[in-house]
């Protein structure tokens, strides 16, 4: 079992910045991927970024240039620097764990991210 843990969400005003931290528990293989993801009532679940353990990145077009997620191995964490932040950012935003070559997957509770224009 894996447990993902969220912090950092909160209330900020355009143009502001955040930074969520994810931090991930329990017993699972090394080589896997983590990600953030977010959703706003009504509609699906979308990517913002993801991270290998090679730290090879993946970016939703939308948060280009303006976010940036990384991660420590040794801390099992992983983080979502999100600069320029527009009231279209406004959504709950989900840590996400998964492994290549198996269906496997964890998501942690999700920390709610507001802007204010």
């Known amino acids: 079992q894996v447990q993902l843990v969220e912090s950092g969400g909160g209330l900020v005003q355009a143009g502001g910045s955040l930074r969520l931290s994810c931090v991930a528990s329990?017993?699972?293989?090394?080589?896997?991927?983590m990600g953030w993801y977010r959703q706003v009532p009504g509609k699906q679940r979308e990517l913002v970024a993801t991270?290998?353990?090679?730290?090879?990145?993946n970016y939703a077009d939308s948060v280009k240039g303006r976010f940036t997620i990384s991660r420590d191995n040794a801390k099992n964490t992983v983080y979502l620097q999100m600069n320029s932040l527009k009231p279209e950012d406004t959504a709950v935003y989900y840590c996400?764990?998964?492994?290549?070559?198996?269906?496997?997957?964890?998501w942690g509770q999700g920390t709610q991210v507001t802007v204010s224009s």
């Open positions: 991270i290998s353990i090679s730290d090879s990145t």
């Open positions: 996400n764990i998964r492994w290549p070559y198996s269906y496997s997957e964890y």
């Open positions: 329990g017993s699972f293989r090394r080589v896997n991927t």
